[in-house]
């Protein structure tokens, strides 16, 4: 079974600085996912990747599979960008689309 | 990207009622949907995958007589709590699985349930 680690539990910034989150697992997995959730409980998908690095506007996100290791950045960070970032992956190997999530990161980004 | 919905998006019940949630992909078929189930400060957890036409596997410890789920159709399921207590009180989350990609889940808005 798959354990998920995120660091750090709690992060607090200042507007424009950039941050830096980190996601550990243990078993191996065909793709792993980055959530957003935002103070009244809706998720957002940030991000699904397998390899590599992906960009949309402000987020990257990226992926070693051989270290077992993804990492969410957020460039010029911004108050809106204040939520829990969850990172989830597969159950185990033959999972499927079953996850299982990490414990999340409160971001908070001051004006 | 694909919408999921989940209707209601909050909902105030007696204890001893049974309340349904409804969440459907908007723009793509899921023959898979999933429901999460999230207590304050807590990261979620998966309660069962509903499959359309065919029963829903439920994980360890989620009463399948407690809460109810149906996957008529490829674009909607439904979760009943019955009989709901204080302790059912909850946020509950739904994702749904595009078949034309079978890693891709999109996440619904959640439902929060207060029981009294």
């Known amino acids: 079974k798959n354990e998920v680690e995120q660091s750090p539990q709690n992060l607090t910034a200042q507007e424009g600085e950039f941050i830096t989150i980190n996601c550990s697992y243990s078993?191996?997995?065909?793709?792993l996912h980055w959530l957003q959730q935002h103070p009244g409980g809706g998720i957002v998908s940030l991000f699904m990747l397998s390899s590599g690095k992906k960009k949309h506007g402000r987020l990257i996100a990226t992926i070693n599979i051989q270290e077992k290791h993804s990492s969410l950045h957020i460039t010029a960070s911004h108050p809106r960008d204040s939520a829990v970032y969850i990172c989830?992956?597969?159950?185990?190997?033959?999972?499927?689309?079953?996850?299982?999530f990490g414990e999340g990161t409160q971001l908070t980004v001051n004006p | 990207g694909a919408v999921v919905s989940q209707h209601p998006s909050w909902v105030i019940c007696k204890s001893g009622t049974s309340v349904k949630i409804e969440c459907r992909s908007l723009d793509f078929q899921a023959t898979t949907m999933f429901w999460y189930r999230q207590f304050p400060k807590q990261s979620l957890m998966l309660m069962a995958t509903?499959?359309?036409?065919?029963?829903?596997?439920?994980e360890q410890g989620v009463e399948k007589d407690k809460f109810l789920i149906n996957h008529a159709s490829l674009t909607l399921s439904t979760l009943t709590v019955t009989s709901a207590h204080p302790e059912d009180s909850s946020f509950y989350i739904c994702s749904a699985r595009d078949w034309t990609s079978a890693d891709t889940q999109y996440f619904g808005p959640g439902t929060r349930l207060t029981v009294l």
């Open positions: 078993v191996g997995i065909s793709a």
């Open positions: 509903s499959n359309e036409g065919s029963k829903a596997t439920y």
């Open positions: 989830a992956v597969p159950r185990s190997e033959t999972s499927g689309s079953r996850l299982t």
